[in-house]
């Protein structure tokens, strides 16, 4: 900056102002007013200067953000401790596996829908990640869980939550906040009888088995065995009371008579409904139970030696690897529904199969494996959607329509009915034979080996 040139040197003695020289005084000022106009545009300079550079630091975070945002969150709210802890576990092990599948190319799977690629191609490879969150076994507990996930956590969806009772108030908060929810193994069959608009299910639920388990006593009276009375035994959660009543319906019209034996859940002495069986001698006992339940029951009827004809079991509990390691060396011969088996060698469900077990140190059971299908279901719908919106996503999982060889669980498809419900959804019966493993012994399709009577137990 240049300053104005020096006026001609005063008086001393003459042409005075009060505070000085007016020659000097004037050339003060201007030079002051041009320092002054300098130094705002200047100041006006920096301004614009820091504004440009506030800019440039923004677009640069937002470029960083974009490229760290390309992460979808789902929730899944699962009983991580409680009396189905262990099948809460197996659960999160089948979504890690799952997620690993997903954003992880997997070629070995072939043309397994989401292995071809890393990440979800409709949302630009984003990566899909699971918020985990531990329903305690209580309905409450699952309620708050489901709340925390959609209002903090900001999750695009939520899946779980196992137990039926704690699906029926975790999909409730779904509902009200317009999220997806989809369940793949909780199977009461009053969840999709609300009318939700949010609310998915991908498994067999207790009508489907109804059909299952009287076409399969069927074949088995056809084959020799007695099979005109039925105990149900079950606990008094939604899961049990739901199932029992479904199944009490189906084997009535067939023309069988049903015993009731209910308990209560987490029970601690199960000896009082052990000796009602061993009284009232139905010829076939019906386990629906979790597993610490299931636990309690194989033992007591070993300490009482009660052993019924035909023992099967509604999955849950007795599907659990938990189960088979503390007693399935006194359960053989139990039926068991299910809708996995691993597949030859090399096949998709094989390879899937070796990842759970490298995972949990586990063989895959049903539940981990329907667990394991509905995430893939929700995730299939989300990069149908090319988008994390719930309307979305809703609209996706509405025009599901998967094919078994689309699958790794043996339903003859996925797709929904207007209440949510997968009418494609199918199972068989499995036995523990062989040791300690389970077997496909039903329809004949399907079977590995032959059923085996009468139930051999210890």
Not at 97 to 107: F, G, K, R
Not at 158 to 183: R, V
Not at 196 to 212: E, L
Not at 390 to 412: N, S, V
């Amino acid at each position: 900056m240049q300053l104005a040139a020096p006026g001609p040197p005063c008086n001393a003695g003459s042409n005075k102002e009060k505070n000085g020289c007016s020659v000097c005084t004037k050339a003060a000022r201007r030079a002051g007013s041009k320092i002054r106009r300098s130094g705002e545009e200047g100041m006006r300079l920096k301004n614009v200067l820091g504004l440009v550079s506030a800019a440039a630091l923004t677009l640069a975070f937002t470029a960083g953000a974009s490229a760290e945002d390309k992460v979808v969150k789902i929730g899944a709210i699962l009983p991580m401790s409680g009396n189905a802890a262990s099948a809460g576990i197996h659960a999160k092990a089948a979504l890690e596996v799952a997620l690993d599948i997903i954003n992880n190319a997997h070629p070995e799977l072939g043309n397994f829908p989401l292995a071809k690629n890393a990440g979800l191609a409709g949302l630009g490879g984003a990566k899909v990640e699971v918020v985990f969150a531990d329903n305690q076994g209580s309905p409450a507990t699952g309620q708050n869980q489901a709340l925390r996930l959609i209002t903090e956590e900001k999750v695009a969806a939520l899946i779980g939550a196992y137990q039926s009772g704690i699906t029926l108030t975790t999909s409730a908060i779904a509902e009200k906040y317009g999220i997806p929810f989809l369940t793949p193994e909780s199977v009461a069959a009053n969840l999709t009888e609300r009318g939700f608009k949010w609310f998915f299910r991908t498994t067999p639920i207790a009508t489907d088995f109804a059909k299952v388990y009287t076409d399969f006593l069927a074949d088995m009276k056809a084959a020799g065995a007695s099979t005109e009375s039925i105990a149900l035994v079950h606990d008094n959660t939604e899961y049990g009371t739901s199932v029992a009543g479904t199944l009490t319906t189906a084997f009535k019209e067939k023309g069988q008579n049903i015993l009731d034996i209910s308990y209560a859940s987490n029970a601690t002495d199960v000896q009082s409904q052990v000796l009602q069986l061993k009284e009232k001698k139905p010829d076939v006992v019906l386990m629906i139970s979790y597993t610490s339940d299931a636990i309690l029951f194989a033992k007591t009827m070993q300490a009482q030696d009660y052993k019924p004809a035909i023992l099967l079991a509604d999955d849950a509990g007795y599907s659990d690897p938990s189960f088979i390691k503390a007693v399935g060396k006194i359960s053989q011969g139990a039926f068991n529904r299910s809708s996995w088996s691993v597949g030859p060698q090399g096949s998709a469900t094989a390879v899937i199969a070796d990842l759970y077990k490298k995972k949990s140190g586990d063989d895959m059971d049903d539940t981990a494996g329907r667990e394991m299908q509905g995430f893939f279901v929700l995730v299939d719908a989300i990069d149908r959607a090319g988008s994390t919106e719930p309307a979305k996503i809703q609209a996706a999982l509405r025009a599901t329509d998967l094919k078994p060889e689309q699958l790794m669980m043996g339903y003859k498809g996925v797709k929904f009915d207007d209440k949510g419900q997968n009418i494609l959804a199918s199972g068989v019966i499995i036995q523990l034979q062989d040791g300690e493993n389970y077997v496909a012994v039903w329809p004949k399709a399907n079977a590995e080996k032959p059923p085996a009577l009468p139930y051999k137990g210890w």
